[in-house]
């Protein structure tokens, strides 16, 4: 080591970096919500109070925590993140999230990075990364967070600074950050989503399926032969991966396809119940009121109380 040089300690380095990406979230946002990046894949958000738990789809991608704290329902179960813990989402999800620790002070800042699963395929082809598990993991995790990640991820950030760099250096930072994750221990968790005839690859064509059709009737041996499994296998390995059944994800991507509806404006209760792939409106209604807590208006009016409609994302988008 050079004289006049000292080593920065592992707890100072992470808690620089995380002051530094904080600092880019911050002035990148300036209100509450969700903000894009002039990266595709990268989006910023922000919030000054705690909030209320609102349904949302999780699609696969990293959720790294700069300042604060959130909270993710996925059935009964809970995954708390924060500026120690970063989530990994392998697939989508429809799931309940919540901001646990924010304040106008200190408010909840955290990046968000999209996955594509055929770049992790790519990789995971042209190296020496160990194969995947057989066994079928939870689409989501969450996972201490190293240096190596969080230097990869604000490396990333910085490039915001520098919109020429963009198209040379983000697809390798980019690159980086997927080996930094494959090599974690979520590793087995990507690689076994990404890797052709695995379970969890096939219970994710059958969610594409389900997005694409979700107004449709669903018979499970029609989809469980689309996908190339058996309907008991299909049950089983997508009940692992999702914490329900393939009927129980249809019908909150249903309701949650509603409410952006009936947020947007774009229709009454009984259009938005028949859109969706409801024929009855009263079974609509209460079918709503048990997911959301409240009928569809009353819901819909609190959520625009709150501020809370940005949060609420088309099966589209």
């Keep these: 080591m050079k004289p006049g040089f000292s080593a920065i300690e592992p707890s100072a380095r992470l808690e ?3 002051a530094e990406l904080a600092a880019i979230i911050d002035r990148s946002t300036g209100t ?6 002039a990266l595709p894949a990268l989006n910023f958000f922000r919030a000054g109070t705690p909030g209320t738990q609102v349904c949302t789809m999780y699609e696969p991608g990293l959720a790294l925590v700069a300042q604060g704290a959130k909270q993710v329902l996925l059935g009964d179960e809970t995954y708390r993140y924060d500026q120690a813990n970063y989530l990994v989402t392998s697939i989508d999800l429809p799931v309940s999230s919540q901001v646990v620790d924010a304040s106008p002070e200190r408010p909840y800042l955290c990046a968000m990075l999209r996955f594509d699963v055929r770049a992790i395929a790519e990789l995971l082809a042209g190296t020496d990364l160990p194969a995947s598990s057989a066994t079928t993991a939870r689409g989501i995790a969450v996972s201490p967070l190293s240096e190596e990640l969080l230097d990869t991820v604000l490396r990333l950030v910085r490039l915001l600074d520098t919109p ?3 198209p040379v250096l983000a ?9 930094r994750l494959l090599t974690s221990e979520q590793g087995p968790r990507l690689r076994h989503v990404a890797t052709v005839g695995s379970r969890s690859h096939q219970v994710s064509h059958a969610i594409d399926w ?12 029609v989809l469980a032969g689309t996908v190339n499994m058996s309907s008991s296998s299909l049950h ?4 692992a ?9 249809q019908k909150q991507l ?7 509806l009936l947020l947007a404006g774009q229709c009454d209760v009984a259009s938005a119940a028949h859109r969706v792939g409801y024929e009855s409106p009263s079974q609509f209604s209460r079918e709503y009121s048990r997911l959301f807590g409240a009928p569809p208006l009353r819901d819909v009016e609190q959520l625009r109380r709150a501020g809370c409609a940005g949060e609420v994302v088309s099966l589209a988008g």
């Design 254 to 260: 249903r309701l949650q396809e509603a409410r952006r």
């Design 32 to 37: 509450d919500g969700h903000h894009p990046t």
């Design 236 to 239: 089983h390995h997508f009940r």
């Design 164 to 166: 020429g760099d963009l």
């Design 241 to 249: 991966i999702t914490a329900m059944s393939p009927l129980q994800y």
């Design 210 to 221: 389900l997005k694409n059709h979700y107004h449709e009737p669903l018979r499970i041996d």
């Design 16 to 18: 620089r970096d995380r």
């Design 171 to 179: 697809p390798l930072i980019e690159r980086e950050l997927l080996y």
